[in-house]
């Protein structure tokens, strides 16, 4: 049966790449932001650093923050990917509002089972207020936090899925699931419903 719902939700077109190599973010606190994403969070440091010169405001930026030699560190947030910090000068730039466009609403890390029963402990042991585990797709449930620059966190756990969660097994709908929302789309005809669900099972 288990295999069944497998081979039914699996995606039929690859995707492009192979995951998050980095999300980078903005702290004006980085001893802050390390202890929490290592203490709390279990992620831990593989990388300082400071940006070279002249990446900032001089000719060399490539999209950096505009500031002179910032600190830029990295944590391992498991399956080979990784968060990043850069350190922002204090002052300088305003608080972001995550509902704004373009902003980051909440970042979801997937868990085990027994890690999301190790976050909640570790949240409740640094009294850290959270919501959850809240009931949020068939088979999914989430614990809610914010990390100590206002970015909202989220643990998501599959439980059926034991050791080796399956975020696509558990995500991916038939082309009719995901037509009946896409056609409630403004100027969604037949062809680009098609083009949209082309990586999804037909049943």
């Not at 497998?6 to 390390?34: P, W």
């Not at 080796?164 to 896409?182: D, G, I, N, S, Y």
Request: charged share 25%; hydrophobic share 40%.
């Amino acid at each position: 049966m288990e295999g069944a719902i497998a081979t039914k939700r699996k995606t039929s077109v690859r995707a492009f790449t192979r995951g998050v190599h980095h999300l980078a973010l903005c702290t004006d606190d980085m001893k802050k932001t390390a202890e929490f994403y290592t203490r709390v969070l279990g992620m831990p440091l593989v990388h300082a650093m400071k940006v070279p010169p002249g990446l900032g405001t001089g000719p060399g930026n490539r999209g950096n923050p505009p500031y002179e030699e910032i600190r830029h560190y990295f944590f391992d947030m498991g399956n080979d990917s990784t968060i990043a910090f850069f350190e922002i000068p204090k002052g300088k730039e305003p608080k972001a509002n995550r509902n704004a466009i373009g902003a980051m609403q909440h970042c979801a890390f997937v868990v085990t089972p027994q890690r999301f029963k190790e976050i909640e402990a570790r949240l409740k042991a640094n009294k850290i207020p959270y919501n959850g585990p809240i009931p949020q797709l068939p088979g999914l449930l989430g614990i809610y936090f914010y990390d100590p620059n206002g970015f909202r966190l989220e643990f998501a756990c599959q439980p059926d899925d034991g050791d080796a969660p399956q975020v696509m097994v558990c995500l991916a709908q038939t082309k009719a699931e995901a037509a009946r929302e896409l056609t409630t789309i403004p100027g969604a005809d037949a062809a680009w419903i098609k083009e949209m669900t082309a990586a999804l099972p037909d049943s």
